[in-house]
């Protein structure tokens, strides 16, 4: 996909907004030292090419009862593109499954000795063994998983970096 070029003041509405997107665009204007249509035309503009995807609510995971997140490495049975009896290979099918798992928060295909590196939260260790034990291991393409607990939270941003 190609780069989208971006001005100075187009980095700064996407640094405003990434701080706090419930601010209007008035306050947004305001801050960048537009008037309100042209300053809305861009975050127009940066909505509609993608730049800006969606807006929503950070939840804090410990204050809704999901105080255990876990980084969980999987690899799966080696590669193969024939597909499974469902007529998907176990890639495609490993991927469709995550999708369905509401404890996974987000999955990546990695380079290396794994496959895929998922980010997880639950409420404590019963439930992080139940969702192994009765979700992940049984998934037919899952061969190995390793799983790193988060001791302590030191950083955790969802701001890109505007360079």
Partial sequence: ?????????????????????????????????????????????????????????????????????????????????????????????FSASVANWPEVVACYAMTGDLDYLLRVHVEDMEHFSRFMMETLLRHPAVTDVKSSFALQKIKETTALPLV
């Fill in 1 to 93: 996909m190609p780069k989208i070029n971006l001005d100075k003041t187009d980095r700064k509405i996407l640094s405003i907004l990434q701080s706090d997107g419930r601010l209007s665009n008035q306050e947004v204007a305001e801050r960048v030292s537009l008037s309100p249509s042209p300053c809305l035309r861009r975050i127009k503009n940066l909505e509609e090419s993608g730049v800006i995807r969606q807006y929503v609510a950070l939840l804090d995971a410990d204050k809704i009862g999901l105080g255990l997140l876990a980084y969980v490495n999987v690899r799966l049975e080696k590669h193969s593109d024939l597909p499974s009896a469902g007529g998907r290979s176990p890639l495609s099918d």
